[in-house]
């Protein structure tokens, strides 16, 4: 194969892939090494939401926006003290450059459906792709074979080159070789992030949280690891989104995943979107829900309880993160979700529902038991639940008993639970579950400047090294959705056109 190129990217997902393209549109030689067996990463996983402001869209249905007041709007999705710790000029900077990105991708044929309202955004700002986020992955490939760049996959980057003065290339196993490759221009790291690593975790979060999974189990960290061995600066490497308590996902694609992603159909398929009936659209967005958001913390709250495939209590269920801690030591990292009556009925209306996607959709616990039978049962005892979950019912009985001890004052919870103050009984039961801990995103990266190039301890930039996506976070927090998508297609395109640019400056000037 060919060993040298202009610029060679770390990553197939969403912000590598962007990357690419931009790179390629200027003219660039392009390897894209990706570590597993196909491309997608933690993006092509994803719903695809896209978050941005001043966008046609908006304007098309007289949303008037700017990036000052989405940057502000931006600050309110975490906790005080998370947000304390934002590159605020960074992600402003990233904020200004969204909808750019978005007419982008629009020119690639890409479509959307929005702006749709998210709070505390203050205008509608989420752009949500048809039919989801494997599109951005599709349209991106087709567009980086078509200019003729090179995607070599099942290739892990092994160690990153330099000459004592820059970073010059990499080295990559290539169908069981050590191969070195020698990156002219720049090495762009955009390996996601690392919550699938269990000692990262560890080392920069505590010990407590090694044994919770990551939503995507191919998350580990390579990026980070290839910039810290080369005395890069890495930021808010404690800070992840979750541990929180999720649904697993459904077996096999959910239908959005085996729409076309491409070709006449899906375009066909784009247009189409805007003139569907709202009933559809929600409907949609409602499976979608059910597939991807998390159970609500107030279910706990009035009352509802955790067993394990047991049938047993086994934690403080309004206690997190350590309940997710404790989620993560049973058996199978699996946890149970017990509604009796009361709770049930409690969750079938407004204002009451199992999981949202604010002011977009609501999921309650009939639309569990009709779009998510592989999580959800219910039945008119407790027996019965039981068995079609597969628990002991025998313990279910008894640990339901205990409970109802406590709540009556009989004796104080095994495990600090306070003021529940209703039995649970009943003719109806739900079980919601098998549920998991997982991390969703984690926002530590590599310390960046606006040219997307890596900073050292000092920070200054080390030639020849980028990080965008997850692994150039740069110390922004980009809490709600859509931000992540934003940020990782939108800086690979910034890097893709400064690289490319760079590259046209230089064959100006030598010719």
Not at 105 to 115: D, E, K, V, W, Y
Not at 152 to 165: F, K, N
Request: aromatic share 8%; hydrophobic share 40%; with cysteine.
């Amino acid at each position: 194969m060919i060993t040298t190129y202009d610029v060679i990217i770390v990553g197939g997902g969403g912000s590598g892939l962007a990357a690419a393209v931009r790179a390629l549109e200027q003219g660039a030689r392009v390897l894209v090494l990706e570590k597993q067996s196909q491309l997608g990463g933690t993006t092509g996983m994803a719903i695809g939401s896209f978050t941005a402001n001043g966008t046609s869209l908006q304007s098309a249905v007289g949303v008037n926006d700017n990036a000052d007041d989405h940057e502000e709007d931006a600050g309110k999705f975490a906790a005080v003290e998370v947000e304390a710790h934002n590159n605020s000029e960074l992600r402003r900077f990233f904020l200004g450059e969204t909808a750019e990105t978005l007419e982008w991708l629009r020119g690639m044929g890409l479509s959307f459906h929005g702006p749709n309202p998210e709070p505390p955004n203050r205008v509608p700002r989420m752009h949500n792709i048809v039919p989801n986020a494997k599109a951005y992955i599709a349209a991106f490939q087709a567009r980086i074979i078509r200019l003729k760049g090179t995607i070599v996959c099942s290739a892990p980057v092994l160690e990153l080159v330099s000459d004592g003065t820059r970073i010059t290339g990499v080295v990559a196993e290539i169908e069981g070789t050590r191969t070195s490759i020698t990156a002219k221009r720049g090495v762009v790291l955009a390996a996601g992030d690392y919550s699938s690593a269990p000692e990262m975790i560890g080392r920069f979060k505590g010990d407590r949280f090694k044994t919770i999974e990551g939503v995507n189990p191919k998350a580990c960290g390579d990026g980070h690891l290839l910039a810290e061995r080369a005395g890069a600066q890495l930021l808010n490497m404690d800070i992840t989104y979750g541990p929180e308590l999720r649904f697993v996902p459904p077996p096999g694609d959910p239908f959005e995943q085996l729409l076309p992603t491409r070709g006449l159909f899906a375009k066909l398929l784009g247009r189409l979107v805007p003139l569907l009936p709202q009933a559809i659209i929600n409907w949609r967005i409602k499976r979608l829900l059910l597939t991807w958001q998390h159970p609500e913390n107030s279910l706990f709250d009035d009352g509802a309880i955790l067993v394990n495939a047991e049938g047993q209590r086994f934690c403080n269920e309004t206690d997190s993160p350590a309940r997710e801690i404790a989620i993560s030591e049973q058996p199978g990292k699996a946890a149970y979700i017990l509604l009796d009556e009361r709770i049930a009925a409690f969750y079938s209306q407004w204002p009451y529902f199992i999981s949202t996607a604010p002011k977009i959709a609501y999921a309650y616990v009939d639309d569990y038991l009709r779009l998510r039978p592989d999580v959800s049962v219910a039945g008119d005892s407790l027996e019965t639940v039981a068995e079609q979950r597969g628990i002991n019912a025998v313990n279910l009985k008894e640990t339901v008993q205990q409970f109802n001890q406590y709540v009556t004052g009989a004796e104080p919870d095994a495990f600090g639970r306070t003021d529940d103050e209703c039995p649970l009984t009943g003719k109806r039961w739900v079980i919601l579950g098998p549920a998991k801990a997982y991390f969703t995103t984690t926002e530590g990266g590599v310390a960046i400047n606006a040219r997307l190039q890596a900073l050292d301890e000092r920070g200054q930039p080390i030639p020849g090294l980028y990080a965008i996506g997850s692994n150039g976070m740069g110390g922004q927090i980009l809490w709600g959705h859509g931000l992540h998508i934003a940020w990782a297609i939108t800086s690979g395109r910034l890097v893709g056109e400064l690289l490319g640019r760079d590259l046209n400056q230089s064959t100006t000037r030598s010719v």
